[in-house]
T-cell receptor
Framework: AQTVTQSQPEMSVQEAETVTLSCTYD???????LFWYKQPPSRQMILVIR??????QNATENRFSVNFQKAAKSFSLKISDSQLGDAAMYFC?????????????FGQGTTLQVKP | DAGVTQSPTHLIKTRGQQVTLRCSPK?????VSWYQQALGQGPQFIFQ???????QRGNFPDRFSGHQFPNYSSELNVNALLLGDSALYLC???????????????FGEGSRLTVL
């Protein structure tokens, strides 16, 4: 079974500052993918960043980067130069490998507040 | 390019009734997955449809059923509604399930179901 734990229900950051959201996971899959999704009040889930477990290099997408520690099963999200539009609920998720594009296991989410 | 569209956006039902939710996937996508998101929680995987068949299923009772049509659109049906079925139901689409995992899921804005 796969599980995802986000231990920070709420986080707050000042605009233009940096914030890190934590996530730990457990999976028996040898080939898996990790994701961070953002869900603003409009409800639509938007992919922020994706990491293939077989890649050692941490994924980066503009102001968003991850710290992937495979042995520790940790997958944190760093948001640099935070903007007001970054305020949302953030979900960490793990998905299986080949042939399993639809089933993701999500964490409980972290609500991020960005202060002007 | 239309994204994932869901209908209705909101609906209210009473206990024991049945509900049908609809989803049209993003253009070019052939796999549809359904998720249930309780208030303040992460989405939970219900099932996935590909080639008009249920390919994977989460831990949901048989009251939850679905269908995929030849044009890849999908329906989620819930029978004998319970108060605990009140949630946001999200549809997500992706490319073919066997394409090698890690594919991005594109989510719709969801259908908010309230059971009284």
């Amino acid at each position: 079974a796969q599980t995802v734990t986000q231990s920070q229900p709420e986080m707050s950051v000042q605009e233009a500052e940096t914030v890190t959201l934590s996530c730990t996971y457990d999976t028996s899959e040898s080939d898996y993918y990790l994701f961070w999704y953002k869900q603003p009040p409009s409800r639509q889930m938007i992919l922020v960043i994706r990491q293939e477990a077989y890649k050692q290099q941490n994924a980066t997408e503009n102001r968003f980067s991850v710290n992937f520690q495979k042995a520790a099963k940790s997958f944190s999200l760093k948001i640099s130069d935070s903007q007001l539009g970054d305020a949302a609920m953030y979900f960490c998720a793990v998905g299986g490998g080949s042939g399993n594009t639809g089933k993701l296991i999500f964490g409980q989410g972290t609500t991020l507040q960005v202060k002007p | 390019d239309a994204g994932v569209t869901q209908s209705p956006t909101h609906l209210i039902k009473t206990r024991g009734q049945q509900v049908t939710l609809r989803c049209s996937p993003k253009s070019g996508h052939d796999t549809v997955s359904w998720y249930q998101q309780a208030l303040g929680q992460g989405p939970q995987f219900i099932f996935q449809y590909y080639e008009e068949e249920e390919r994977q299923r989460g831990n949901f009772p048989d009251r939850f059923s679905g269908h995929q049509f030849p044009n890849y659109s999908s329906e989620l049906n819930v029978n004998a509604l319970l108060l605990g079925d009140s949630a946001l139901y999200l549809c997500a689409s992706s490319l073919v399930a066997g394409a090698g995992g890690g594919g991005e899921l594109f989510f719709g804005e969801g259908s908010r179901l309230t059971v009284l």
